[in-house]
């Protein structure tokens, strides 16, 4: 079986990369030149823990190939995953400009019966639209659309492609599901077959689920704050009921990355253009846009409003851990707003840092370790919670900085560290 991957972002790589060590034959399409030769030259354009090994280790067996060539890979090709970007355009609506670029490729090329397998994050009805620019090429209905969403984690992407909790299959007929229970047959995990047209809304709804969940916590960690209760503990003894799970319940500066926010509005959109109101869905994305304003109201109150003078330095800027992406990232977002303060601004991220710096201001110091974020600041802000991070030498810290004053917005640490004589911040405890 021949398959290949539009699109080489975290999607289509992760796709060509472990498809080709399932022992396919795979070749990944990528428009972009530059993102392209470094491919071939074995290096990815981006972190993601453990997948640049897989990859070297692919390339090398020659099951996996590189090309921004549509021609000759899509008329040989069995299956043809679309992992192409659908990025948010100003009122939420998710662009589906080169999902439609690469269909009318594709619908020049296919020969034979082809099974185009949509896997990018897109409304509901894009299969039906796909189908659409492909029959206007090719008559003779010789391919069927599937639906196969994926719910891959930055930072966890390999775990999570190799032990997903399920795999979504929308189609039209048995054929093209067959099809795509072979190419997953290795993963052995449990399907759920359906529509397209549910397999379309499962993805958002999945997203967005664990947004409100993120979002719920968050405020009732601000409640917390405000009648003296311990947020860890309540999300601790929420997560213990079956029916909710410990898992995203952790309280922290709100959802960022580039899924989340997206999916959101994507979903609050076409809630709209089919006369309904996602009215949870919409106060979820208010909260969560409000949420970096009141953390900025959080500093101003830890420096009495007073900024000129003085230093902030912020540990993270990456939107979570094991990932260089700052897309979206509460991170940039203070750091944003800090920098039009008077104070001097110092910020840190062991991975996210050259992406940072595309992002923010030439009037912010960017750091080459904690310590050097740390050295001679009033105010310590704890943004991403990074393994490296939770065991600072805090004898060291607290000789160093200017005043010993840390806001922990992950709660990584816990008032216990008052002991060695700093004032500590955190969400959802006073
Ligand atoms: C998410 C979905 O989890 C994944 O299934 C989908 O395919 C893509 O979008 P991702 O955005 O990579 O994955 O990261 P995730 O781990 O879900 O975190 C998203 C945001 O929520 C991050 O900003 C993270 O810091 C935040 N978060 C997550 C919390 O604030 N609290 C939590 O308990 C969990």
Known sequence: MKITIIGAGYV????SVCLADFGFSVTCIEKDLNKLRELKFGR????????????RKNLKSNRLNFTNEYSSNISQSDVIFICVGTPPKKNGESNLNFVDQV??????????????????????????RIEKILKRVSSTKTFDVVSNPEFLREGSALEDFTKPDKIIIGCRTTKAEKILKKIYKPLN????????????IIKYANNSFLATKITFVNEIADLCENIGAEIETVAKAMGLDGR????FLHPGPGYGGSCFPKDVKSLIYQGNKNSTDLKIIKAVDRAN???????????????KNKFNNIQIGLLGISFKPNTDDVRQSPGI????????????IKIYDPKGMENAKKELPRSIEFCSDEYEVAKNSNLLVIVTEWNQFKNLDL???KKIMKKPVILDLRNIYSKQITKNGFQYYSVGNN
């Open 103 to 128: 269909t009318k490729e594709i619908s020049k090329k296919i020969k034979g019966y082809t099974v185009i397998v949509s896997k990018s994050t897109v409304p509901v009805g894009t299969s039906r």
């Open 12 to 15: 289509g790589l992760v796709q």
């Open 189 to 200: 995990r449990p399907y759920v077959v359906t529509s397209n047209e549910t397999a379309e």
């Open 289 to 303: 846009e409000l949420r970096i304003k009141y953390l900025f109201q959080r500093v101003k109150k830890i420096t």
């Open 395 to 397: 004898l060291k810290v």
């Open 44 to 55: 990815i354009p981006f972190y993601e823990p453990g997948l640049e090994d897989l990859f």
């Open 244 to 247: 909710i799970g410990s898992k």
């Open 333 to 344: 977002k203070l750091a944003k707003d800090l920098s039009k303060t008077k104070a001097k």
